[in-house]
């Protein structure tokens, strides 16, 4: 397993020279703070490019206060088609326009994803494989119906769906 650390702080992200393939990892881990940057979601096609066996994909995202809640940007990212992620975890999901666009990217790319486990709570690493979710800084951490049916309208009738609160 491998966990990497996106933090907000990080601007112009470059790819790094030599690595082409992640080729032993089949289950990754991501914290990113917040997941709302073309730079950050590049880093992502580049992880699924780079890791053609990845099985199993967990984001852990963390909002704050101060992250600043704007309407994505027009992102154009090149298409990736990955045939073994089937399991895709997504922690602290609020149902934030960026989301959405990083949820679909996902789900169109990953052609044989078979279960997407959503939930609005972040998931905290506490070491030694342990993992305890935490409340978001937000008021409510359930997603609201309305979200739930936007969620539904994204992720393809053949993949399952699993919401956490």
Same mark, same amino acid.
């Given at each position: ?6 933090? !907000?702080?990080? /601007?112009?992200? #470059?790819?790094? $020279? ?13 914290? /990113?703070? +917040? ?6 979601? !590049? ?5 699924? @490019?780079?890791? +053609?066996?990845? =099985? ?7 909002? !704050?206060?101060? !992250? ?10 090149? #298409?990736? =088609?990955?045939?073994?992620?089937? @399991? ?7 149902? #934030?326009?960026? $989301? @959405? ?6 789900? &169109? ?9 959503? *939930? +609005? ?10 993992? %305890?979710?935490?409340? *978001?800084? =937000? *008021?409510?951490? %359930? /997603?609201?119906? $309305?979200?739930?049916? #936007?969620?539904?309208?994204?992720? +393809?009738?053949?993949?399952?769906? @699993?919401?956490? &609160?």
């Amino acid at each position: 397993m491998l966990r990497i650390y996106l933090g !907000s702080r990080l /601007v112009n992200l #470059e790819l790094p $020279e030599g690595v082409t393939s992640l080729i032993n990892i089949k289950h990754l881990v991501l914290t /990113v703070l +917040p997941f709302q940057d073309k730079d950050m979601l !590049s880093w992502l096609t580049y992880i699924l @490019k780079a890791a +053609p066996l990845l =099985t199993n994909l967990q984001l852990n995202q963390f909002h !704050s206060r101060l !992250s600043r809640r704007s309407e994505p940007d027009d992102i154009l990212l090149p #298409e990736v =088609t990955h045939v073994n992620l089937t @399991k895709l975890e997504i922690n602290g999901y609020q149902g #934030e326009e960026h $989301e @959405k666009v990083l949820l679909k990217y996902l789900v &169109d790319s990953a052609v044989k994803l078979d279960l997407l486990v959503i *939930s +609005p709570r972040m998931k905290l690493y506490s070491g030694l494989n342990d993992w %305890r979710y935490i409340n *978001s800084n =937000t *008021s409510d951490n %359930r /997603v609201s119906l $309305e979200q739930l049916q #936007e969620l539904h309208s994204i992720v +393809p009738k053949a993949v399952r769906v @699993k919401y956490c &609160d």
